[in-house]
């Protein structure tokens, strides 16, 4: 499929099925491997993220092609490196331009035998599994947390356990801390010593079944769907009201837009109340997969922002800022970009164009997050649109059946 025109209804009224969290099947996925588990994972997601690293793990074949999942790259890193076999990991041609250099070092800090198969700092890698005896080692903490949650999921395995230290900002602190939650309900002794250090103790895993809570990173974009009707009502079942997913922070932000949140029988329902704040700013270094969710939305609602936090984007599937300042500039908004890691917008407008058409850059999100905008614009078409695979393979499907008209050109 090249491209999508999107058609919005007049009233959005719909019961969402959301996809289960990418972020806690995928983290799940390696620590059942470390217990050598049997037992069931129910809700695991269909996505592509989700689908690689479960056949990786299955399959352990002498080339993994992990293909565009970022943190299949970084998790299968540090699990291939406790784990017996020699193994080659590589992906898609962006995947081969991410860097993997910080998360590479630490590990062989702790004594794994890891060389590049390619250009020295990046995928793929030759990784031969052994029993690592290292158990100190330090990293920055504004870098991408999944090198974090990578190498804190092998600590338990380590002959010595391990001492995590993070010098500087830490960035994403609620993936750590859901990582560190799901290690303990296998049975893994960790957490923060300090407000920079994690200890993790040598002990095994135990092996346990597991129900995978639905995805608040996939909500977002119904938030924003809300947000841009002029009339909403949506329910999203299997979001916990004590969720540790960093991205459920979207319902407290999405009040300031006008979207009320309630909680009722195992659903979250989103209703459309009052209007947006004059202006917004946050600080996104711990929901970094949020910002173009509502980067899109301020913009349709006319409501001036300052987004900060955002170092992590230009290493995601595409330079993230890059990719919104361009798509934005379609739609007839000037934003502008600050020290790498600011994105603000204080009202300029350009001449858009008249029927412009989003691309997606390989970028899942840069789809699903533009896609609402159709709401305000009365259409919008979108090209790639296949790129949701990565982590909501059905929402187009569900746009649909929210009353969204879909025609593929």
């Not at 909680?263 to 329902?269: A, D, T």
């Not at 989103?270 to 700013?281: D, N, Y």
């Not at 600050?338 to 407008?349: E, I, K």
Request: charged share 25%; glycine share 6%; with cysteine.
């Amino acid at each position: 499929m090249k491209r999508i025109l999107v058609t919005p209804p007049a009233r959005v009224e719909a019961t969402v099925q959301l996809p289960s969290s990418k972020s806690i099947c995928n983290r799940v996925l390696i620590l059942h491997a470390l217990a050598k588990g049997n037992d069931e994972i129910r809700n695991l997601s269909d996505c592509d993220d989700t689908q690689v690293m479960r056949d990786a793990l299955r399959d352990m074949p002498p080339v993994i092609d992990i293909k565009a999942a970022g943190t299949a790259m970084r998790f299968l890193t540090a699990y291939l490196s406790v784990t017996e076999g020699t193994h080659v990991l590589t992906g898609t041609a962006r995947m081969r331009q991410r860097p993997i250099k910080v998360l590479a070092d630490a590990l062989r800090t702790l004594g794994a035998d890891i060389r590049y198969a390619g250009d020295e700092g990046f995928p793929p890698l030759e990784i031969t599994g052994r029993k690592l005896a290292g158990n100190a080692v330090s990293l920055p903490g504004d870098v991408s947390s999944q090198y974090v949650s990578a190498l804190l999921m092998i600590g338990p395995v380590l002959e010595n356990g391990l001492r995590l230290t993070l010098t500087g900002e830490i960035v994403s602190r609620p993936y750590i801390n859901l990582t560190l939650e799901l290690m303990r309900e296998f049975g893994a002794q960790a957490g923060w010593v300090a407000e920079n250090c994690i200890e993790v103790a040598s002990r095994p895993y135990v092996p346990r079944p597991y129900f995978v809570e639905s995805d608040w990173s996939a909500a977002s974009y119904w938030y924003e769907i809300a947000a841009l009707s002029e009339d909403a009502r949506i329910a999203l079942p299997g979001l916990f009201e004590s969720s540790f997913q960093g991205d459920a922070k979207v319902s407290e932000l999405f009040e300031r837009l006008g979207v009320h949140t309630s909680f009722r029988n195992g659903s979250v329902v989103l209703e459309k109340r009052g209007a947006p704040i004059a202006r917004m700013e946050y600080d996104f270094v711990n929901q970094p997969d949020l910002a173009q969710t509502f980067v899109v939305t301020c913009a349709m609602l006319d409501v001036p922002f300052r987004f900060s936090g955002l170092q992590s984007l230009k290493i995601k599937e595409t330079d993230r800022i890059a990719a919104l300042i361009a798509e934005m500039r379609k739609l007839g908004f000037v934003l502008t970009e600050t020290g790498g890691s600011v994105l603000s917008w204080d009202g300029t407008r350009c001449k858009g164009e008249p029927y412009p058409a989003i691309d997606t850059y390989e970028d899942h999100r840069m789809a699903m997050s533009f896609a609402p905008a159709a709401l305000k614009l009365k259409e919008l078409r979108v090209n790639h649109p296949e790129v949701v695979s990565k982590s909501y393979p059905r929402y187009w499907e569900n746009l649909s059946e929210a009353g969204f008209n879909l025609t593929e050109e």
